[in-house]
């Protein structure tokens, strides 16, 4: 039989950060189509950060994500959580939604974006 070999210890050191956005809804509100991506990202409406300070993208470009870093994400518009979950399809200049039916992101409603970078590195000696 075959001798196993194992690492004398294992360690797992996780980091995180946490990244807020907000954005008011235009007078007219945003219009969601049936099926169709629409892009609210900070190319298209004014999104802060919460230091109040306006953006020109996101802190992070969750498409291309660093080895060892998982992203996940919480869209709450109104107080309502819309959405959450593992985020793999988000740039740092692009969020589309896609509605599964035609909806309206209400006059002025408050939009809130969390994003979650966990970032896990794995040694072994």
Known sequence: MADLILPRSL???VDYQIYN?????PLLGIALP??????????QETW????G?????FAVDVSNPP????????LIIEGQVQEEGLMTDVTNTVLELTSASAGTIPSLARVVLTIYQVDTTTSYS
């Open 11 to 13: 360690s797992v050191a």
């Open 53 to 57: 300070t306006t953006i020109t993208e």
């Open 21 to 25: 956005y907000f954005m008011t809804a």
């Open 48 to 51: 802060e950060d919460d230091t």
């Open 67 to 74: 080895a060892g870093t998982t992203y996940a994400y919480q």
């Open 34 to 43: 049936s099926a169709t991506a629409t892009d609210i990202g900070p190319t």
